[in-house]
């Protein structure tokens, strides 16, 4: 006889089609004794802070000592002296226990310096003491430089990527070449030519091609800025240096005014003192404006800092963040030139110190992985031809 099959019983799983396309039976509702599903637990993040262990005197007998050998070595000791000073202030440098590390090669670096320095001295000797065809030469020169600009940035950041090394990983930069022209070729030409108007966009082109390109790792950098925060801060960089240059005027008039009323009924008219009033108020506010303008570009870039590193992350894991304030940094960097003036340079060691100790001591990394977790990526050994071209001709490409 054949066996009958009860429709009730239940089907074993082996019957049952894995496929999610295929029918599935009927899911009762859970029972109000059966307990609700709970979401997923959110990530916990992990706030790592950066710190900066360096003193001033520490530095000084490293700075002193650099000095004194690039002098007596005419300057062929300035790669030396730049590899001990990155690597005292990148191993004092401290992120979940873990010191930072430079490893660039010195005479890498010296190599970059000649070239750049052949280049540069042909430019100068061409200027200061004019020869048949030496327009020809400060015209190749000057071409070459603009042309290769973008190029020469890009080097300096892989190199300075490739040299910086935590927990025994190198990082790395991956801004490709057209890129770079992008950024720092079309965007400064746009600020240039649109009068300043599209010199905000060109600081967040430029940002972007910068964190974006970082790698540790496996994991690359994301900017997640905006644009209209570099307007913002640009406005108010104007409004500072020109609303102030305005309000000291206006105080100007008023102080002539009433030396003007007050000296109406003077019997003297030989007196000079109305006209040295004015002329002293035309300079006091030439001199106001230059120095309204200096605090507002010392604003806009610790703005324009504090910004940037809040908007950095690295691989949808790592964030960072900075509370630092843009008014703290102005006064730091124009107490330390000052005290740098009086001195005569004999407490650089002690501002730079100062100012990296701030900017490092108010920056977090948060984290929803172990910093432990990023897979080492083998990476070429750059050129420092770029490097050598940024330090010698002041190019300020950081953040």
Known sequence: MKKMTDPAAPVPHALVSESLDAPQ????????LDPEPQPPAPPTVTTYPLSFTGSAAEYFRIWIVNVALSVITLGFYTPWARVRTRKYFYGHTWLD???????????????????????????ALSSQFPYRGSDWVIGIIAALFVLTYPWLVRQSMRFLARSTVHRGLSFRFLGTLPAAYMSYGLANLAAIFSAGLALPWAWSVQRDYQVSGVAYGSAQGRFRGDVGAFYVMALTGVALAFGGSMILGLLGLVLSGGL????????????????????????????GFFVLYGLAGQYVRGAIMKYVLSNVELGGVVRLGSNLNPWMLVWITISNYVAQVFTLGLLTPWAAVRRTKYVLDHIQVRAITSLDDFTAVNSAQEIALGEAATELLDINIGF
Do not use: C, K, M
């Not at 039976?25 to 109000?32: E, I």
């Not at 108020?281 to 001199?287: L, R, S």
């Open 97 to 123: 226990g873990h010191n930072f590390e430079y490893t660039a090669n010195p005479w890498a670096l010296l190599r970059g310096y000649l070239i750049v320095a052949v280049f540069w001295g042909a430019y």
């Open 25 to 32: 039976p009927y899911a009762p509702s859970l029972s109000p």
């Open 260 to 287: 003007a009323l007050s000296n109406l009924g003077s019997l003297n008219t030989q007196d000079d003192s109305f006209v040295n009033a004015i002329l002293i108020t035309v300079v006091a506010a030439y001199v």
